[in-house]
């Protein structure tokens, strides 16, 4: 694999200097006819560590795609991305590049940025990437960007695209074990590279003394004004903790064709967000006195946008609680999105999506028919 070269390099070098370690030992073993203790030596990985330090500079990885409708197999593919390389920069192709090749976008071109952009994995963005990487953009990429290596997926973001696009519910668990392995990986902290001498330490929680700021939602159809809202939160404080409700919660209070995305999908979609430190996964509907003494809560917000502001006026108000102790704190929006906005630009653009989801699902057969013949061992990630 190509995008590995650099790594390969330094396999291949740590291989050649382990190799004449012990054959120089052998063969003075062999000459003086004397037992010779060969010394402990690092790991390859150590060593490879080592050697990526002694570079001048970054090694620098390019990914890039649509990302529309951003979800977690997105996310995971920009993850392991960005784990190929020091930097990830990531070009976000235009509305109208998209247009002309797929179809008409759903979340247009400033939103898409603002979802890349907030990746815990994404260290710069590039706007207005072409679709198809021409030699001048690719000289571009290696002479004005600095790219080293340029990746690109062995296979298309599919997961839960066509589910998104039809606006179906999905309560399979068959996956739950997959989604259980992706959460461990997106709760990576913000330091993304822990194998570069603890540059990284993972997931951190709050020192005793940080303000601790709560905001809680379905966070269904993850999109921008989420993304906004999550990032005015984190202003507000030391560590940012994010409650997620069931799908049960939701239904009650949304209708039962909601939510979309499943409890377990849109916590990923949480976790890879670079303002949020921590999530409540199946989060209680009311804020108590008992989970803000518990989690250390200095502050529960909510913002001006959502699905249903009528809480306010009920008997039963989730945040009467943090209210009562002066703690509640409600944000302006700074984007006027709400899940169902989403829906019904699906909606409005139906028979086009239709088209762009059934072309996706002939790819999906095309490329699996075409993988079953490929080795287990072949590589995730090839250069572009």
Excluded at 44 to 68: E, K, N, Q, T
Excluded at 180 to 196: C, E, V, Y
Excluded at 311 to 317: A, K, R, V
Aim: hydrophobic share 35%; glycine share 8%; net charge negative.
């Amino acid at each position: 694999m190509e995008s590995g070269s650099g790594g390969c390099s330094a396999r291949t070098l740590a291989a050649c200097v382990v190799g004449g370690i012990v054959l120089g030992a052998s063969v003075l073993a062999l000459h003086l006819s004397v037992p010779v203790s060969i010394p402990s030596l690092p790991p390859v990985d150590a060593l490879r560590r080592r050697f990526r330090r002694r570079r001048r500079r970054p090694v620098r990885v390019y990914m890039d795609g649509c990302f529309d409708m951003m979800h977690y197999g997105h996310c995971n593919a920009l993850r392991q991305a960005r784990a190929l390389g020091d930097e990830l920069v990531v070009g976000v192709i235009s509305d109208e590049e998209i247009k002309a090749n797929k179809g008409p976008p759903v979340t247009p071109m400033h939103e898409r940025m603002i979802m890349v952009g907030a990746l815990k994995w994404v260290d710069d963005i590039i706007p207005d990437a072409p679709y198809a990487i021409t030699e001048d953009f690719m000289n571009k990429l290696f002479n004005e960007y600095n790219i080293d290596y340029i990746i690109h997926g062995d296979d298309p973001c599919l997961l839960p695209d066509g589910r998104m696009l039809l606006c179906v519910r999905e309560r399979s668990s068959s996956d739950a074990h997959n989604h259980s392995s992706l959460q461990r990986q997106f709760s990576s902290g913000h330091g993304q590279k822990i194998d570069d001498g603890g540059s990284g330490s993972g997931t951190r929680g709050p020192r005793p003394d940080s303000r601790i700021v709560y905001i809680d939602g379905a966070f269904d159809l993850f999109h921008a004004g989420h993304v906004e809202i999550l990032r005015l939160a984190r202003e507000l404080g030391d560590f940012l903790l994010v409650g997620i409700h069931t799908d049960q919660t939701i239904s009650s209070t949304r209708g039962r064709h909601r939510p979309i995305m499943n409890l377990h999908e849109r916590s990923l979609s949480v976790l890879a967000c670079r303002y949020v430190d921590e999530v409540i996964i199946g989060a209680p509907w009311d804020v108590s006195k008992d989970m803000i003494t518990t989690f250390n809560i200095s502050l529960v917000v909510h913002g001006t946008i959502a699905e249903n502001m009528d809480f306010m006026q009920d008997d039963s108000n989730p945040y009467a609680v943090p209210m009562a102790m002066g703690i509640y704190h409600r944000l302006e929006s700074p984007l006027d999105i709400t899940t169902s906005t989403i829906i019904r630009r699906i909606v409005a653009n139906h028979e086009a999506y239709q088209k762009r989801n059934e072309k996706k699902e002939a790819s999906e057969k095309k490329y699996y028919e075409s993988k079953s013949d490929l080795h287990d061992d072949a590589p995730k990630l090839v250069v572009k």
